[in-house]
């Protein structure tokens, strides 16, 4: 089972519509929790980041949750775009000494119609 | 700031040449870089991790005479896929950190392709 599980696995959803990505992690304790957007053929792009005590961090139409204590993170798109299509990942960094590397989530590829 | 070049951004070869890849950090100087390999649908998965001036450091399953890494300065790491293999045609991409390895800084990705 892997420690970072992304819901749904994919989603289609019209031009303009919002959208929920969730994301469900085992890692503990873990620095911080970062989604990314990979648009096809590209690397991710950092979209936000939070460290374990934050709640809630938002970057332009993104929004990204946080709650520590049952270990889910959501990812929500408001007035999804075209330009939205893309694989969203969430990642975790677990704390502590040497664990310097991300664990991934699987992902959820999200495609937006016109 | 921090941006992360790859060259080439695809490439097809025959099989059984090599194909090597550069990963630079434009605008900073990576202390720590990442190779990571992506299939069709799936996620990152990561193949090694390398130093500056030190050998790289594996993952299990990765056949290190297979993937060779060379990080000989701190803006330039390159991974050279030896006597390449259909199955190795993935999308690797490489990651790069400053300082505290507390952010990675991805790039662009490279599309290989085995014929």
């Known amino acids: 089972k892997n420690q970072v599980e992304q819901s749904p696995q994919s989603l289609i959803i019209l031009e303009g519509k919002n959208c929920t990505l969730q994301c469900n992690y085992t890692v503990s304790p873990f620095s911080n929790l970062r989604w990314y957007k990979q648009d096809t053929g590209r690397g991710p792009v950092s979209l936000t980041i939070?460290?374990?005590?934050?709640n809630t961090k938002s970057n332009g139409r993104y929004t990204a949750t946080l709650d520590a204590d049952t270990k889910q993170s959501s990812l929500h798109i408001t007035a999804s775009q075209l330009s939205d299509s893309a694989s969203y990942i969430c990642v975790v960094r677990p704390r502590g000494s040497g664990t310097y590397k991300y664990i991934f989530g699987t992902g959820t590829r999200l495609k937006v119609l016109a | 700031g921090a941006v992360v070049s790859q060259h080439p951004s695809r490439v097809i070869c025959k099989s059984g040449t090599s194909v090597k890849i550069e990963c630079r950090s434009l605008d900073f100087q990576a202390t720590t870089m990442f190779w990571y390999r992506q299939f069709p649908k799936q996620s990152l998965m990561l193949m090694a991790t390398s130093n500056e001036g030190s050998k790289a450091t594996y993952e299990q399953g990765v056949e290190k005479d297979k993937f060779l890494i060379n990080h000989a300065s701190l803006t330039l790491s390159t991974l050279t896929v030896t006597s390449a293999h259909p199955e190795d045609s993935s999308f690797y991409i490489c990651?790069?950190?400053?300082?505290?390895?507390?952010?990675?800084?991805f790039g662009p990705g490279t599309r290989l392709l085995v014929l």
């Open positions: 939070m460290t374990f005590s934050e």
């Open positions: 990651s790069a950190t400053q300082g505290s390895l507390e952010t990675q800084y």
